[in-house]
């Protein structure tokens, strides 16, 4: 899937079954529903992918301190860009072209 195919199946009820867990969290991200972006990053703690998107989840709840944590276990620097760019960014990172 790549970034074009991931941005319109954002008007589904679900994301693709095929959908690594960072990729769901973005997906209920892009959604707005950050309970259950929460709940797909949560499934695998320790993976990078998970502990990067985690951070920016965190960060989007407004909890910058715990944000910094995940940004360190995802070996990443704390993100100081807008949400938006920052979501933008991790999409492009999970859904690389082809």
């Given at each position: 899937?790549?970034?074009?195919?991931?941005?319109?199946?954002l008007s589904a009820d679900a994301?693709?079954?095929?959908?690594?867990?960072?990729?769901?969290?973005?997906?209920?991200?892009?959604?707005?529903?950050?309970?259950?972006?929460?709940?797909?990053v949560q499934q695998r703690e320790g993976d990078p992918d998970?502990?990067?998107?985690?951070?920016?989840?965190?960060?989007?709840?407004g909890d910058l301190g715990n944000a910094a944590y995940w940004y360190r276990r995802a070996g990443h620097?704390?993100?100081?860009?807008?949400l938006k760019a920052e979501w933008d960014a991790l999409v492009e990172q999970m859904f690389p072209p082809a």
């Open positions: 899937m790549e970034v074009e195919e991931f941005q319109v199946s994301p693709q079954v095929e959908m690594s867990l960072p990729q769901q969290a973005l997906w209920w991200a892009g959604k707005g529903n950050w309970e259950r972006a929460h709940e797909c998970c502990d990067l998107v985690h951070a920016y989840l965190r960060r989007l709840e620097p704390v993100a100081t860009d807008l």
